[in-house]
């Protein structure tokens, strides 16, 4: 029985196996075989580290003969993800019209090799995904910031699981020329980091997507003299947890110094990044009306002041030609302010219990015409072994009612607390 994640949309069992020989070939067909060698280096590699296996690669003309055949044809229309695989006595093919597909097609092709022996079980493979984006996010600012190489293996992982976004949650941990004092305790990510790590996303399929907490979770800056004048409080605040924070947390949105420093941050970060997409968090921003922008609050309501922020960040987002992306626990809140989010906007739909009212809240975005995610989270954090089976509700609950509401995107997060 073959483990095969994610499982394929249609898979039927044929009779009989591919008996894999000593010396076979990949052959490549495609208008440009270049290509299509990344790939093929993979399944080569894995064919190799069979003792007794010694596989080349080739470009083919569609007729000569092959072992396995790796066969890019935009002619068939398929979507950009879909692939067939096929498995039979004489070898295997796989077929798509784009070179995504043809990826993910050899991803499974490589599930099944590491599941055989000397053979491959004769199978047939329709496959293509629910969620147009499938992403990870891996926070970098609580506890511990991965090394470069350690998140290029997480990549290699998640390539083969057909995950196509990549995020690193980001409060502190890049290494922006102007704030040093910021990052330099903190073993940040450089701008080279990033444009190695978005290189080798983009080879496997993977778009990285930057992320640049914007509004709320910046205690690790405001702890800093220079950058305190732009707290909404500096002296602790009440939390909706019952608890009381210490010191400052988010930016005051009626303060013209914190959309500088957002700017700022932007015109730096975001040219390491081939992503036309940022995500800037904005996300439990638990003091807003607690400080400076009390009186403001107390006339327009907490729900305005935070919208129109918001708003203000989605503006310098529009104006370097990104797609703003934000968490929508705040929003989610003042639900009759959600349809005047800009259109041009994702709303990241999170909650990490398996009773999430995802059910509940998906629609209101939907109904709004607003793009969002299903954000669910692997309740990994604040435990020693993780919380498998609230992990498994929230996820599984977060597909079905994202995909019943229309979901342009399904992302997983991965949090560091404690």
């Avoid at 990285?208 to 690790?220: A, I, K, Y």
Wanted: aromatic share 10%.
């Amino acid at each position: 029985m073959l483990s095969l994640l994610p499982f394929p949309r249609h898979l039927a069992r044929l009779p009989g196996a591919f008996q894999l020989p000593q010396s076979g070939e990949i052959g490549l067909i495609a208008a440009e075989p270049a290509a299509l060698r990344f790939m093929a280096l993979r399944l080569q590699m894995a064919l190799r580290s069979r003792p007794g296996l010694d596989w080349g690669l080739h470009a083919h003309d569609g007729a000569a003969q092959a072992a396995v055949v790796l066969r890019l044809r935009p002619e068939l229309g398929f979507e950009r993800e879909r692939y067939r695989l096929t498995i039979t006595e004489t070898g295997a093919q796989i077929v798509a019209g784009h070179l995504a597909g043809l990826f993910h097609g050899v991803s499974t092709l490589l599930q099944i090799q590491a599941q055989s022996a000397d053979s491959w079980p004769c199978l047939s493979i329709d496959d293509w995904p629910d969620f147009a984006a499938r992403g990870v996010m891996l926070d970098i600012s609580r506890d511990k910031v991965p090394t470069l190489a350690g998140v290029c293996s997480l990549v290699d992982r998640l390539a083969g699981w057909k995950i196509n976004q990549f995020q690193l949650y980001t409060e502190h941990t890049f290494a922006y020329r102007a704030h040093r004092e910021v990052w330099e305790h903190a073993s940040p990510f450089t701008g080279d980091d990033i444009l190695a790590l978005d290189a080798y996303c983009r080879e496997r399929h993977i778009e990285l997507v930057p992320n640049q907490n914007s509004f709320g979770h910046l205690h690790r800056w405001l702890e800093h003299p220079r950058y305190r004048p732009l707290a909404e409080v500096t002296d602790g605040y009440d939390t909706p947890w019952g608890t009381r924070g210490a010191g400052s947390f988010s930016l005051c949105p009626g303060d013209p110094g914190s959309l500088d420093l957002v700017r700022g941050w932007y015109d730096e970060l975001l040219p390491h990044f081939s992503s036309r997409m940022i995500n800037v968090g904005c996300d439990e921003t638990v003091d807003l009306g607690q400080g400076r922008s009390r009186a403001e609050v107390e006339a327009r309501g907490v729900g305005r002041v935070y919208l129109d922020f918001l708003r203000k960040i989605q503006g310098e987002v529009k104006a370097r030609g990104r797609v703003m992306q934000f968490w929508g626990d705040i929003i989610i809140e003042h639900p009759e302010l959600i349809p005047e989010l800009p259109r041009d906007v994702i709303a990241l739909e999170w909650g990490y219990e398996a009773e999430h009212p995802f059910a509940d809240h998906c629609p209101r975005f939907a109904a709004a015409g607003i793009p969002f995610y299903v954000c669910p989270g692997t309740s990994a954090w604040n435990a020693i072994a993780g919380r498998t089976a609230n992990a498994v509700g929230n996820l599984r609950s977060a597909a079905l009612n994202g995909l019943a509401s229309g979901a342009a995107g399904y992302l997983i997060t991965d949090w560091g607390d404690n």
